[in-house]
Protein backbone atom coordinates (compact mmCIF):
# COMPACT_ATOMS: atom_id res chain seq x y z
CA UNK A 1 0.00 0.00 0.00
CA UNK A 2 1.22 3.71 -1.02
CA UNK A 3 1.68 5.80 2.07
CA UNK A 4 -0.63 8.44 2.78
CA UNK A 5 0.03 11.46 0.99
CA UNK A 6 0.88 13.51 4.54
CA UNK A 7 4.23 11.64 4.19
CA UNK A 8 5.36 12.81 0.66
CA UNK A 9 7.02 15.69 2.79
CA UNK A 10 9.09 13.66 4.82
CA UNK A 11 13.20 14.39 4.32
CA UNK A 12 13.62 10.71 6.25
CA UNK A 13 11.19 8.01 7.27
CA UNK A 14 11.03 8.69 10.29
CA UNK A 15 8.32 9.79 13.22
CA UNK A 16 9.66 11.29 16.43
CA UNK A 17 7.84 9.86 19.13
CA UNK A 18 5.52 11.68 21.38
CA UNK A 19 7.62 12.21 24.93
CA UNK A 20 6.06 12.82 28.23
CA UNK A 21 7.39 16.72 29.61
CA UNK A 22 10.19 16.60 27.21
CA UNK A 23 7.86 17.35 23.69
CA UNK A 24 6.97 20.76 23.30
CA UNK A 25 6.63 23.56 20.54
CA UNK A 26 9.91 24.00 20.70
CA UNK A 27 11.24 20.45 19.75
CA UNK A 28 8.51 19.42 17.51
CA UNK A 29 8.99 22.68 15.39
CA UNK A 30 12.65 21.75 15.21
CA UNK A 31 11.71 18.57 14.21
CA UNK A 32 9.55 19.11 11.75
CA UNK A 33 11.79 21.72 10.30
CA UNK A 34 14.51 19.26 9.83
CA UNK A 35 12.00 17.27 7.57
CA UNK A 36 10.65 14.70 10.11
CA UNK A 37 7.28 14.24 11.83
CA UNK A 38 7.72 15.69 15.36
CA UNK A 39 4.93 15.15 18.12
CA UNK A 40 3.49 15.64 21.58
CA UNK A 41 1.21 13.97 24.12
CA UNK A 42 -1.35 16.38 24.39
CA UNK A 43 -1.02 16.09 28.49
CA UNK A 44 2.28 18.03 28.40
CA UNK A 45 0.20 21.48 27.49
CA UNK A 46 -0.85 22.21 30.88
CA UNK A 47 -3.47 23.61 31.79
CA UNK A 48 -5.60 22.19 28.93
CA UNK A 49 -5.79 25.80 27.38
CA UNK A 50 -2.52 25.75 26.60
CA UNK A 51 -3.42 22.66 24.30
CA UNK A 52 -4.78 25.55 21.90
CA UNK A 53 -1.80 27.70 22.17
CA UNK A 54 0.56 24.95 21.26
CA UNK A 55 -0.87 24.03 18.32
CA UNK A 56 -1.69 27.37 17.37
CA UNK A 57 1.86 28.49 17.40
CA UNK A 58 3.08 25.00 15.70
CA UNK A 59 0.60 25.65 12.68
CA UNK A 60 1.72 29.33 12.29
CA UNK A 61 5.66 28.96 12.56
CA UNK A 62 5.76 25.94 10.12
CA UNK A 63 3.15 27.13 7.80
CA UNK A 64 5.88 30.44 7.88
CA UNK A 65 8.32 28.01 7.20
CA UNK A 66 6.98 26.48 4.28
CA UNK A 67 6.41 30.08 3.04
CA UNK A 68 10.21 30.74 3.08
CA UNK A 69 11.43 27.66 2.39
CA UNK A 70 9.58 25.91 -0.77
CA UNK A 71 12.32 24.06 -1.84
CA UNK A 72 12.42 22.52 1.86
CA UNK A 73 8.99 21.89 3.08
CA UNK A 74 8.31 21.16 6.84
CA UNK A 75 7.12 17.48 7.79
CA UNK A 76 3.56 17.23 9.63
CA UNK A 77 3.28 17.43 13.27
CA UNK A 78 1.27 15.20 15.20
CA UNK A 79 -0.46 15.16 18.38
CA UNK A 80 -0.32 11.89 20.80
CA UNK A 81 -4.09 11.11 22.24
CA UNK A 82 -3.80 8.67 25.83
CA UNK A 83 -7.46 7.03 25.32
CA UNK A 84 -7.32 5.65 29.01
CA UNK A 85 -9.70 6.62 31.97
CA UNK A 86 -7.24 7.92 33.71
CA UNK A 87 -7.25 10.73 31.40
CA UNK A 88 -9.75 12.71 31.68
CA UNK A 89 -9.58 15.66 29.19
CA UNK A 90 -8.72 13.24 25.78
CA UNK A 91 -12.31 14.31 24.90
CA UNK A 92 -11.89 18.08 25.37
CA UNK A 93 -8.42 17.79 23.74
CA UNK A 94 -9.89 16.43 20.56
CA UNK A 95 -12.05 19.81 20.51
CA UNK A 96 -8.62 21.39 20.14
CA UNK A 97 -7.57 19.36 17.52
CA UNK A 98 -10.62 19.22 15.37
CA UNK A 99 -10.54 23.02 15.55
CA UNK A 100 -6.96 23.12 14.16
CA UNK A 101 -7.27 19.75 11.85
CA UNK A 102 -4.22 18.45 13.30
CA UNK A 103 -3.14 16.21 10.74
CA UNK A 104 -1.99 13.03 12.52
CA UNK A 105 -3.25 11.42 16.00
CA UNK A 106 -1.50 9.36 17.94
CA UNK A 107 -3.12 6.64 20.00
CA UNK A 108 -2.28 4.80 23.06
CA UNK A 109 -3.33 2.88 25.99
CA UNK A 110 -6.75 2.19 23.95
CA UNK A 111 -8.13 2.43 20.26
CA UNK A 112 -11.92 4.23 20.01
CA UNK A 113 -13.77 4.20 16.70
CA UNK A 114 -15.69 7.58 17.76
CA UNK A 115 -12.01 8.99 17.60
CA UNK A 116 -10.71 7.56 14.51
CA UNK A 117 -14.15 8.60 12.91
CA UNK A 118 -13.45 12.23 13.72
CA UNK A 119 -9.92 12.61 12.82
CA UNK A 120 -11.00 10.96 9.47
CA UNK A 121 -13.95 13.24 9.36
CA UNK A 122 -11.21 16.51 9.30
CA UNK A 123 -8.93 14.81 7.04
CA UNK A 124 -5.95 13.66 9.13
CA UNK A 125 -4.98 10.46 9.92
CA UNK A 126 -4.67 8.16 13.03
CA UNK A 127 -1.37 5.73 14.06
CA UNK A 128 -2.63 3.74 17.08
CA UNK A 129 0.42 1.61 19.11
CA UNK A 130 0.50 -1.72 19.86
CA UNK A 131 2.46 -4.25 21.59
CA UNK A 132 0.64 -7.25 20.03
CA UNK A 133 -1.08 -8.81 16.86
CA UNK A 134 -4.54 -9.18 18.70
CA UNK A 135 -4.08 -5.91 19.58
CA UNK A 136 -3.11 -4.20 15.95
CA UNK A 137 -5.93 -6.19 14.83
CA UNK A 138 -8.55 -4.27 17.42
CA UNK A 139 -7.45 -1.11 16.65
CA UNK A 140 -7.69 -1.68 13.11
CA UNK A 141 -10.90 -2.95 13.31
CA UNK A 142 -12.06 0.36 14.81
CA UNK A 143 -10.63 2.42 12.17
CA UNK A 144 -7.08 3.79 12.85
CA UNK A 145 -5.43 4.67 9.71
CA UNK A 146 -2.05 2.84 10.90
CA UNK A 147 -0.15 0.99 13.35
CA UNK A 148 2.99 1.65 15.66
CA UNK A 149 3.87 -1.72 17.21
CA UNK A 150 6.18 -1.27 19.81
CA UNK A 151 8.82 -3.84 20.37
CA UNK A 152 11.13 -4.87 23.03
CA UNK A 153 13.28 -2.09 24.31
CA UNK A 154 11.58 0.63 23.54
CA UNK A 155 11.26 3.48 25.76
CA UNK A 156 8.69 4.38 27.85
CA UNK A 157 5.89 2.08 27.87
CA UNK A 158 6.56 -0.95 25.66
CA UNK A 159 6.20 -4.35 24.92
CA UNK A 160 8.68 -7.60 24.72
CA UNK A 161 8.02 -9.24 21.72
CA UNK A 162 11.01 -9.35 19.09
CA UNK A 163 10.39 -6.40 16.12
CA UNK A 164 10.78 -9.14 13.53
CA UNK A 165 8.14 -10.78 15.05
CA UNK A 166 5.08 -8.28 15.18
CA UNK A 167 6.30 -6.62 12.62
CA UNK A 168 6.22 -10.20 10.55
CA UNK A 169 3.23 -10.83 11.77
CA UNK A 170 1.03 -7.34 11.75
CA UNK A 171 2.24 -7.53 7.95
CA UNK A 172 0.68 -10.78 7.41
CA UNK A 173 -3.07 -9.31 7.27
CA UNK A 174 -2.39 -5.61 7.08
CA UNK A 175 -0.97 -3.36 4.41
CA UNK A 176 -1.57 0.13 5.62
CA UNK A 177 1.22 2.72 7.06
CA UNK A 178 3.68 1.54 10.01
CA UNK A 179 5.74 2.79 12.53
CA UNK A 180 7.90 0.86 14.16
CA UNK A 181 9.16 1.35 17.83
CA UNK A 182 12.27 0.16 19.56
CA UNK A 183 15.41 0.88 19.87
CA UNK A 184 16.05 2.96 16.61
CA UNK A 185 18.68 5.61 17.35
CA UNK A 186 20.25 5.49 14.40
CA UNK A 187 19.86 5.87 10.68
CA UNK A 188 21.42 1.72 9.63
CA UNK A 189 18.30 0.91 12.15
CA UNK A 190 15.89 3.18 10.33
CA UNK A 191 16.76 1.00 7.03
CA UNK A 192 16.89 -2.42 8.99
CA UNK A 193 13.07 -1.08 10.24
CA UNK A 194 12.31 -0.92 6.36
CA UNK A 195 13.89 -4.25 5.84
CA UNK A 196 11.41 -5.68 7.90
CA UNK A 197 8.56 -4.57 6.49
CA UNK A 198 7.79 -1.08 8.39
CA UNK A 199 6.99 1.75 6.36
CA UNK A 200 8.96 4.77 8.83
CA UNK A 201 11.03 4.79 12.22
CA UNK A 202 9.43 5.52 15.45
CA UNK A 203 12.27 7.23 17.30
CA UNK A 204 11.85 8.84 21.06
CA UNK A 205 15.04 8.60 23.22
CA UNK A 206 17.48 10.13 21.18
CA UNK A 207 15.29 13.21 20.99
CA UNK A 208 15.57 13.58 25.09
CA UNK A 209 19.30 14.62 24.13
CA UNK A 210 18.68 17.30 22.39
CA UNK A 211 19.04 21.32 23.09
CA UNK A 212 15.21 22.05 21.97
CA UNK A 213 13.82 19.00 24.30
CA UNK A 214 12.16 20.34 27.96
CA UNK A 215 14.66 17.87 29.79
CA UNK A 216 16.56 18.51 32.70
CA UNK A 217 19.49 18.35 32.04
CA UNK A 218 20.98 15.40 34.31
CA UNK A 219 18.29 13.58 32.04
CA UNK A 220 19.74 14.36 28.56
CA UNK A 221 23.37 13.27 30.13
CA UNK A 222 22.06 10.25 31.65
CA UNK A 223 20.83 9.24 27.81
CA UNK A 224 24.10 9.71 26.54
CA UNK A 225 26.11 8.52 29.36
CA UNK A 226 23.66 5.30 29.20
CA UNK A 227 23.57 2.31 27.24
CA UNK A 228 21.56 -1.09 26.65
CA UNK A 229 22.40 -2.86 30.21
CA UNK A 230 21.20 0.74 32.00
CA UNK A 231 17.48 -0.05 30.88
CA UNK A 232 15.06 -1.24 33.33
CA UNK A 233 11.59 -2.66 32.69
CA UNK A 234 9.29 -2.45 35.00
CA UNK A 235 5.26 -1.54 35.79
CA UNK A 236 5.83 0.28 38.71
CA UNK A 237 5.85 3.81 38.06
CA UNK A 238 2.74 3.85 35.95
CA UNK A 239 1.21 0.20 36.25
CA UNK A 240 1.93 -0.39 32.74
CA UNK A 241 5.18 -2.17 31.86
CA UNK A 242 7.70 0.57 30.60
CA UNK A 243 11.24 0.63 30.14
CA UNK A 244 13.08 3.34 32.45
CA UNK A 245 17.20 4.97 32.65
CA UNK A 246 18.43 2.94 35.92
CA UNK A 247 20.30 5.69 37.72
CA UNK A 248 17.07 7.43 38.04
CA UNK A 249 15.90 4.80 39.67
CA UNK A 250 18.80 4.74 41.66
CA UNK A 251 18.66 8.37 42.38
CA UNK A 252 15.01 8.17 43.58
CA UNK A 253 16.06 5.97 46.79
CA UNK A 254 15.13 2.59 44.87
CA UNK A 255 16.76 -0.81 44.02
CA UNK A 256 16.33 -1.00 40.16
CA UNK A 257 16.90 -4.80 40.48
CA UNK A 258 13.93 -5.76 43.27
CA UNK A 259 11.38 -3.34 41.97
CA UNK A 260 7.22 -4.15 43.33
CA UNK A 261 4.98 -4.94 41.08
CA UNK A 262 2.58 -1.45 40.38
CA UNK A 263 -0.62 -1.25 39.67
CA UNK A 264 -2.86 -0.39 36.76
CA UNK A 265 -5.73 1.06 38.73
CA UNK A 266 -3.38 3.94 40.30
CA UNK A 267 -2.67 5.26 36.85
CA UNK A 268 -2.80 9.08 36.92
CA UNK A 269 -0.46 10.48 34.12
CA UNK A 270 1.76 13.49 35.08
CA UNK A 271 0.05 13.08 38.75
CA UNK A 272 1.91 10.34 40.45
CA UNK A 273 1.63 6.88 40.00
CA UNK A 274 2.87 4.05 42.13
CA UNK A 275 5.36 5.52 44.30
CA UNK A 276 6.16 8.70 45.30
CA UNK A 277 8.81 9.17 42.75
CA UNK A 278 6.82 10.32 39.53
CA UNK A 279 7.01 8.89 36.20
CA UNK A 280 8.68 11.04 33.73
CA UNK A 281 9.78 13.52 36.08
CA UNK A 282 11.71 11.93 38.58
CA UNK A 283 12.39 8.33 36.66
CA UNK A 284 13.06 8.47 33.19
CA UNK A 285 12.02 7.01 30.84
CA UNK A 286 14.60 5.59 28.14
CA UNK A 287 14.88 2.96 25.54
CA UNK A 288 17.83 0.18 24.40
CA UNK A 289 18.96 2.14 22.05
CA UNK A 290 20.97 5.39 24.02
CA UNK A 291 23.96 3.68 23.34
CA UNK A 292 24.03 5.49 19.89
CA UNK A 293 23.26 8.98 21.42
CA UNK A 294 27.05 10.51 22.23
CA UNK A 295 26.25 13.83 22.57
CA UNK A 296 23.52 16.65 23.45
CA UNK A 297 22.98 18.72 19.80
CA UNK A 298 20.31 20.53 18.15
CA UNK A 299 17.58 18.44 16.32
CA UNK A 300 18.60 19.99 13.09
CA UNK A 301 22.36 17.61 13.78
CA UNK A 302 20.78 14.82 14.78
CA UNK A 303 18.66 14.38 11.90
CA UNK A 304 21.62 15.23 9.58
CA UNK A 305 23.50 12.73 11.44
CA UNK A 306 20.54 9.95 10.77
CA UNK A 307 20.73 11.21 7.09
CA UNK A 308 24.18 10.05 6.69
CA UNK A 309 23.68 7.12 8.90
CA UNK A 310 21.19 5.93 6.51
CA UNK A 311 22.10 7.14 3.08
CA UNK A 312 25.84 4.86 4.20
CA UNK A 313 23.41 2.26 5.36
CA UNK A 314 22.02 2.29 1.77
CA UNK A 315 25.38 2.77 -0.37
CA UNK A 316 26.70 -0.75 1.98
CA UNK A 317 23.50 -2.65 1.31
CA UNK A 318 23.97 -1.11 -2.60
CA UNK A 319 20.12 0.35 -2.35
Known amino acids: MTLPAIFDRLRLPIIASPLFIVSGPELVIAQCKAGIVGSFPAL ?15 TEELAAWNRDNPDRPAAPFAVN ?50 IDDRFARKAIEKGATGLI ?38 GAAVLGAQAMGADLAYIGSPWIATVEANADEGYKQGIVEGQASDIVYSDLFTGVHGNYLRQSIVKAGLDPDNLPKGDISTMNFGSGGNTEAKAWRDIWGSGQGVGAVKAIETVADRVDRLEREYLAARARLKL
Open 44 to 58: NARPQAMLDEWIHRI
Open 81 to 130: QIVHKSNNRWEEDMVTCEKWQVPIVITSLGAREDLNAAVKGWGGITMHDV
Open 149 to 186: PVAAGAGGHAGTLSPFAIVQEIREWFDGPVALSGSIAN
